[in-house]
């Protein structure tokens, strides 16, 4: 974690930082770093040990970075951690960042929940136009039909 930059380090409530919520701020990485870099973390200044969450491998004092994905990670420290007395808890956790960089240069999304979501939305949005528009074009047929039964009656000009 470097210091000096706006929104880092980043302070979060008690117990965690994200979700799996598309919606909610992730900790990003800072600027551009290479896939396999060693990540070390720290919980109130205290250097934390890090293992992959779910799951039962050993705790390391390292993480490797994996450019691009989102990754549950469980912190642990072997001291009592003192909270921050000047940090104050808001509604809404703000971090700002620079979202790392894919190989190509532009920013790597690492919510495909919410890219499966906006799909899903579209689908639903084309299947519900595809029924209007054979509903109006019912209607219109139907109009013109009766439009044509009133000329063909007798008396009707």
Sequence with gaps: MSFGI????????AGGYGSQDPFRPRLEVQGTLPG???LTFYVGGVEAE????????PWSTTYRFSPGSVTELNLRVAAMVTPDPAYQETREPTAHSTP????????????TEMMFGLIAILVILGILAFYLGKRAKRSQKESAQESADEKDRPGSE
């Design 50 to 57: 890090v293992q992959p969450g779910g799951s039962t491998d």
């Design 6 to 13: 706006p929104g880092n380090p980043i302070y979060s409530h």
């Design 36 to 38: 396999g870099t060693s």
């Design 100 to 111: 790392a960089t894919g190989p190509r240069g532009g920013p790597v999304n690492p919510s």
